[in-house]
């Protein structure tokens, strides 16, 4: 059974830096591994993905301020985030895509605001 884990969002202050982890668990492989957010009243959109040959692509909003990565030996993803804003503000979600089926976690929060 595949189970995606979130941690490290909580509240920070405009221009702070949060990371975030995805611990995954029952996925042999994954084609591509990413990062979504869905803040409220608005649709789940993609802020940052990087597949099995290490290529990364970044919502224009984040670029420069974000980084992903993954360790696959732990079976860990990761999102650096820098220079965070008030819009930033979402829940946050780890995404695996395998041959098979997509899996999401659960999420976890993230605020922006002073």
């Known amino acids: 059974q595949v189970q995606l884990v979130e941690s490290g969002g909580g509240l920070v202050q405009p221009g702070g830096s949060l990371r975030l982890s995805c611990a995954a668990s029952?996925?042999?492989?994954?084609?591509?591994v990413g990062w979504y957010r869905q803040a409220p009243g608005k649709e789940r959109e993609l802020v940052a993905r990087?597949?099995?040959?290490?290529?990364?692509n970044y919502a224009d909003s984040v670029k420069g301020r974000f980084t992903i990565s993954r360790d696959n030996a732990k079976k860990m993803v990761f999102l650096q985030m820098n220079s965070l804003k008030p819009e930033d503000t979402a829940v946050y979600y780890c995404?695996?895509?395998?041959?098979?089926?997509?899996?999401w976690g659960q999420g976890t929060g993230v605020t922006v605001s002073l």
């Open positions: 995404n695996y895509v395998t041959p098979l089926s997509t899996y």
């Open positions: 029952g996925v042999i492989f994954s084609i591509a």
């Open positions: 990087i597949t099995s040959d290490s290529r990364t």
